[in-house]
């Protein structure tokens, strides 16, 4: 079976190039890129859409095992596919924890049988994600996790995070970390400021993230490993990773796509809907995670996809649980706030979604040459859509983005030369 991806422009995001041409998919692998003629079996047309490497999102929740209520790895991996997302790297806050070998095996054997997508889980620092236990990083490397993380939380105690920092070292792993001082976060739901004060919530301050930021930061420069900071939200946390950038330390910073576009006025609207973790700060905060990405302080964007049900987030704002789906908006976001105002050049743009966080978390780098395995997303950029909920793939139907108009979209999506996703057919099993 030959597919050829015709007549699109092809994307080389690091050499910055692109060029209108056919890719030529045989079996798993690209076979050609050029003009190929009329030799394939099926020709889709990509005429006016970009033709990238598979994008690779390094931050979701799909909440298997413990919550199939809330997402699986069958609905989350059909979510991505949606999204032009062909790789992703799970978080270990389910039931149980994936804090022993067995979990992640279970993870990785689901995900082979259910996902349709590439499914790579993390492992947590601490046991049951209790902050007062350490995990055993090298059997959890060693079954397959390829980073550690307590995501939802910050490791608290610096004699358990400074052992994990040495043991990622000494594995050649990076620790990825959520970074909120839980003392400061207390019971805030939102942003502290304006918002926070408008609707009686005690609010959760940008020093939480700066302080938590700091410190692993200094982590890192103490003992050489890699850190990876998650959904990087305040001026001050840009601020410092930039810094320690300057002076070599080896940190890469993540921004999701809700906030480097709106606001915490989205909760007077949204309500619960539109509560996450770190929240949504201000208009100052939003511009220093754009400047973050435009001038390479911001590695990565990731969706920090973490589906609930509708009846969790109908809670109200201080009952209802942190988080929103992102998997089947994120290139939408990106091109509308970022492409298409010109803040960010296509090759930047996808370049942090494909290659740099495929690096980070020590993936196969998803290439589009000759030889290469054929995972592949096809972006119609100029495809104007509203934000249907109904219509998604994940199982949380909701999202603060509801109505929403964007433009650009991912509109084919190929994983090891299977065709999962057409914009026109929906998810082809
Ligand atoms: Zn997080």
Known sequence: MKTVIANGWVVEPEAQSVVQTDVLIEDDRIVAVGDVGAVADCRIDATGCYVTPGLVDIHVHFRDPGFPEKE??????????????????????????????????????????????????????????????ITEMPALAKAGAVTFTDDGKSVMDPVILLEAFKWAARLGLPITSHCEDHNLVRAG??????????????????????????RDILFAEHTGARLHLQHVTTAGGVQLIR?????GVRVTGEATPHHFSVTDQLVLTQGALAKVNPPLRTQADVDAVVAGLQDGTLDVIATDHAPHTWDEKQRGLQQAPFGFVGLETSVGMTFTHLVHTGKLSVFDAIKKMT????????????????????????????????????????R?????????????????TFVGGRWIYSHERGILE
């Open 396 to 412: 949380a139907k909701h999202s603060p983005l509801a109505g929403t108009r964007l433009r650009g979209k991912a509109v084919q």
């Open 243 to 247: 810094e320690a950038k300057a002076r």
């Open 355 to 394: 290659v740099v966080p495929a690096q980070i978390m020590g993936l196969p780098l998803p290439r589009l040459h000759p030889g290469a395995v054929a995972d592949i997303t096809v972006i119609n950029p100029n495809l104007e859509w509203e934000v249907d909920t109904a219509r998604f793939y994940t």
């Open 189 to 214: 739901a939102i942003n502290r400021g304006e918002v926070s004060k408008a609707l009686g919530d005690v609010g959760i301050p940008s020093l939480a993230e700066e302080l938590v930021v700091a």
């Open 72 to 133: 699986t790895i069958a609905s989350g991996a059909r979510a991505a596919a949606a999204g032009g997302i062909t790789s992703v790297v799970c978080m270990p806050n389910t039931y149980p924890t994936v804090d022993e070998p067995g979990v992640v095996e279970y993870v990785l054997r689901t995900a082979a049988e259910q996902g349709i997508v590439r499914v790579h889980t993390t492992a947590s620092i601490t046991k049951g994600l209790k902050g007062k236990e």
